[in-house]
């Protein structure tokens, strides 16, 4: 798991460990507390456009990982075809990990819809 994480780069699967426990934590948050004890600005809501936000940011960054493989082909001039599906393949951790967040968060925002509905 952790060779996953460095093959994806570790500046945005930093972020998006970190946007994925800012899910977590809001919805725990959200969980616990009475509405009338929130802080403002926190709310079901939340949870859901932090999903959203850890999905755009994997797509953000594996176009730019694409970018600088485009790049590095193009300075190579040839490359042979498995060496540039395995950028691709590479370049894919990310967004594969922002939409497990954004499938986490989902869920979780449903989960605590049907907690708020049925109070």
Do not use: C, H
Not at 11 to 27: Q, R
Not at 42 to 63: C, D
């Amino acid at each position: 798991m952790t060779d996953l994480f460095y093959m994806g780069g570790p500046l945005f699967m930093g972020i998006l460990t970190v946007i994925l426990f800012a899910v977590l934590a809001t919805t725990a948050l959200l969980f616990l507390k009475e509405s009338s004890e929130l802080p403002r600005g926190i709310s079901v809501e939340l949870v859901k456009e932090l999903g959203i936000f850890g999905l755009v940011t994997g797509i953000f960054s594996q176009f730019l990982g694409l970018y600088e493989a485009f790049n590095a082909i193009e300075q190579m001039g040839t490359v042979s075809q498995s060496m540039l599906v395995g950028g691709l393949k590479v370049s894919s951790i990310t967004t594969i990990y922002g939409l497990l967040i954004f499938i986490v968060a989902w869920l979780l925002y449903f989960g605590l819809k049907m907690k708020k509905t049925k109070e």
